[in-house]
């Protein structure tokens, strides 16, 4: 019976050893971000930022509370991994992290996601009764198994993110390099290997082998034959990204899930020689079916159906962003383009000059210029500064926008006042312009400029 399988005790070591990983990269996430000046040029220097929808009164601290903050969560990291006070230190940097994560879009990373969904899961998993600080101070914690489920739960989480990774791959720029070419053939690689990162079969190479790595490194994990090898591919795959790309924590994230992978035994064996045999101890039972029931089964249910939304939305979620988020659309697009806005005085029918944009730090600039999300919160936060000197305003933007050096559209439209416009969560926003496919993916000319 699944149900069987599913309470079956095991060795809890695989997910000992990932609370261990894991709470290390929640130190490295947040004291790293302090270090290489991510909070200071995302949170710090801003005048405000890009909160997501609905959630615009969440700011960063004023002064150098964000360093303070991040600095916080570093420590509450570190505590994880040793298992000190483990659910509240947890609980505490969820938190935390939900807070950076709805504070800003405009420096936005998948894993950012990925961190706060892992951080709820472990909430509820038994990651702290052994090795831990808590069951040296609480012998009674202390256990030596889990029920199969809790790396299943984890297991089905990255299988998730592989599986969509996929299928958002599936379009023409990704298919035929298009995109590969506009990531590897940045000036800022290593010198010595432009002549390879321009090379028009390196990009299909990269192309193809993203697909097939995301498809099949998952089953190759499972099957005992193939999974040293695909554990190496894992780590060649990953590194080679963290290095190229400088992706953050990301490959490192998940080359840690490739612990449940294997033999509970063998990682016991390895990792915590000292740790009895499952066999040799008394296993007490498990009583945690309604967790499962009643948590994790509607928290996949709505997993799965995240990804899938874009497909019920008018429009191409590649042009419209509309459901781009949450997602696991990683790494699939590069939008340039511009926006100006106008500002009408309602009493008087006159343009209003303005220099909001002005303020706005080059990524959020880029932002507010090419995402419709951006461009409609730019246009509400140009109205509210209009009301608070008194003045009833409208505000219309002129957007020209192009994917992956496509050639530009007109991407809001020009007749809409978007101060006064409704943003809908669910379904398509109206004033975003709706082309064919193949109209704004098409390759742009020889001699095409940026405006």
């Avoid at 005790?9 to 990932?18: G, K, Q, R, S, T």
């Avoid at 609980?91 to 706060?116: C, D, E, P, R």
């Avoid at 000059?353 to 409609?376: C, E, M, V, Y």
Wanted: positive net charge; glycine residues 6%; aromatic residues 18%.
């Amino acid at each position: 019976m699944i149900t069987n399988r599913l309470h079956r005790p095991i060795d809890n070591a695989p997910l000992i050893l990932f609370r261990m990983f894991f709470g290390f990269l929640l130190f490295a996430e947040t004291f790293g971000a302090i270090l290489t000046g991510w909070v200071r040029r995302v949170l710090v220097e801003p005048e405000f930022t890009f909160s997501h929808i609905g959630l615009e009164w969440l700011q960063p601290l004023p002064g150098n509370g964000m360093y303070f903050y991040f600095a916080t969560m570093s420590i509450f990291g570190l505590l994880v991994m040793v298992g000190y006070k483990y659910r509240y230190s947890l609980a505490a940097f969820t938190i935390m992290w939900a807070g950076v994560y709805f504070m800003q879009k405009s420096s936005y990373n998948n894993h950012y996601y990925l961190l706060l969904l892992i951080c709820i899961i472990m909430l509820f998993l038994p990651a702290n009764r052994y090795a831990s600080v808590d069951v040296r101070n609480n012998p009674n914690l202390k256990s030596l198994a889990m029920p199969w489920w809790c790396s299943g739960v984890l297991i089905l989480q990255i299988t998730i993110v592989y599986i969509f990774a996929v299928a958002s791959k599936l379009y023409p720029q990704w298919l035929d390099g298009t995109f590969i070419k506009l990531l590897y053939e940045r000036p800022d690689h290593p010198q010595f290997l432009q002549p390879l990162f321009h090379n028009h079969y390196f990009h299909i190479f990269i192309a193809y082998m993203g697909i097939l790595f995301d498809l099949l490194i998952v089953p190759l994990l499972f099957w005992k034959r193939t999974r040293t090898v695909a554990f190496i591919a894992a780590i060649i795959f990953h590194l080679f990204n963290a290095v190229i790309l400088q992706i953050g924590i990301f490959p490192f994230f998940a080359l840690a899930f490739t612990v449940f992978f294997y033999p509970p035994d063998s990682i016991r064996a390895r990792f915590f020689p000292r740790k009895p045999e499952l066999e040799n101890t008394a296993v007490q039972p498990f009583d945690n079916r309604k967790l499962l029931l009643y948590f994790f089964v509607p928290y996949f249910i709505i997993q799965t159906g995240l990804p899938l939304r874009h497909h019920f939305i008018k429009g191409d979620v590649l042009w419209t962003e509309e459901g781009h988020r949450l997602s696991w659309r990683m790494m699939l697009r590069h939008r340039q383009g511009y926006t100006n806005f106008r500002v009408v005085d309602k009493e008087t029918g006159k343009t209003l000059r303005h220099n909001l944009t002005q303020s706005l730090t080059d990524k959020q600039r880029a932002f507010a210029s090419t995402r419709p999300d951006g461009i409609w919160q730019m246009a509400q936060r140009i109205r509210q500064q209009f009301e608070l000197q008194g003045k009833a305003v409208e505000v219309y933007a002129t957007s020209f926008v192009g994917i992956n050096n496509s050639p530009y559209r007109q991407l809001i439209d020009p007749r809409v006042d978007l101060g006064a416009a409704k943003w809908d969560y669910f379904w398509h926003n109206d004033w975003i312009l709706l082309y064919d496919e193949s109209e704004y993916l098409q390759k742009p000319p020889s001699r095409f400029g940026t405006p």
